[in-house]
């Protein structure tokens, strides 16, 4: 009964007995901050749904990674695997967002074995499903099927009031407990190690986007040296990326992984930038996004004149 009772003490969840019957839950608590911020990405990106240009897809490295401007949306989340962002942009096609052009995926070492509904916290998933009706990847835990009932009923009904021009961005925070690098590194490793072909995806992904004519851009955020040295090195533990970006001609890495430009006041902890190293990574991203995309104008146009010009003269 783990899952239940992480979220028992984040939610304050209580249940009230008769005669050793549970007759119903309850929670006492202030929802935890990021089943608010969840709360607040699915009601902020159905507001501005036509204005947005770019949306950002991924884990708690997205979330925390990127800083949207007006035209841009993060939908990054916590333990966001690649099933759940390849749902989401399903989700993002369904709801016709008419001016979309660029998907901005991160891609992290744990991804290509990670699936969010076979760990501690499958919980989340619960929450997907609320929001955007994706289907559990397989059978939740027993103990996770018990808040199924629970939690949905919740989060609909929470009200909030977002910040103006609120695109999905994290509230950034310098109070960090202590971090057991070493655990984290171990657990990354057994995902990245999975051979369940998650990979698999993120090729679904490629293929949609490309279908809709949506730029997909893949995302290695940097990592703090301490992680990085208790991990393999990056040709192993991307391994499977790099061979997929291989078959795929038009899918764009843009890979930071090892970056000199970010520093240790560049972290939150571990792997979560700060907001200073949000920024400085968002520039970055942004910057490269559009060298590409004016090199792709400048290929394009005089291939379009040329094919006006033979228009023109058929005509």
């Known amino acids: 009964m783990e899952i239940?009772?992480?979220?028992?003490?984040?939610c304050g969840m209580r249940t009230i007995y008769l005669f050793g019957i549970r007759i119903f839950s309850y929670f006492s608590k202030k929802l935890p901050y990021w089943v608010m911020l969840d709360i607040m990405k699915n009601i902020?990106?159905?507001?501005?749904?036509?204005?947005?240009?770019?949306i950002v897809l991924g884990s708690s490295h997205a979330r925390h990674g990127f800083i949207p401007d007006v035209y841009e949306y993060n939908l990054g989340g916590s333990s966001q695997d690649l099933y759940t962002s390849y749902k989401l942009y399903e989700w993002i096609l369904k709801n016709d967002f008419k001016n979309l052009k660029?998907?901005?995926?991160?891609?992290?070492?744990?991804?290509?074995g990670f699936q969010l509904c076979k760990t501690s916290e499958a919980w989340k998933c619960i929450a997907y499903k609320t929001f955007y009706n994706i289907d559990f990847q397989s059978e939740l835990p027993e103990d996770a099927k018990y808040l199924e009932k629970k939690l949905p009923y919740v989060i609909k009904n929470k009200k909030c009031d977002l910040p103006e021009n609120y695109r999905g961005e994290v509230f950034y925070s310098d109070k960090n407990g202590f971090i057991d690098i070493a655990a984290i590194a171990k657990r990354w490793i057994k995902h990245n190690r999975r051979n369940n072909n998650q990979n698999l995806y993120l090729e679904k992904l490629i293929e949609k986007s490309n279908a809709n004519n949506h730029n997909l851009y893949i995302v290695i955020a940097p990592l703090r040296k301490d992680l990085k040295l208790l991990l393999p090195d990056k040709e192993i533990i991307f391994s499977s990326l790099y061979k997929l970006t291989e078959n795929h001609s038009t899918l764009k890495l843009i890979d930071l992984y090892n970056s000199e430009d970010f520093d240790v006041l560049d972290f939150e902890d571990t792997d979560h930038m700060?907001?200073?190293g949000a920024k400085k990574l968002t520039g970055i991203i942004k910057g490269i996004i559009d060298t590409i995309e004016r090199e792709r104008e400048r290929v394009i146009a005089p291939k379009l004149l040329r094919q006006y010009i033979i228009n023109k003269k058929a005509a």
């Open 274 to 276: 700060s907001y200073t």
């Open 102 to 112: 660029n998907i901005i995926l991160f891609y992290s070492p744990f991804s290509p």
């Open 4 to 10: 239940v009772k992480k979220v028992k003490h984040e």
């Open 44 to 54: 902020g990106i159905k507001e501005c749904k036509n204005e947005i240009e770019n």
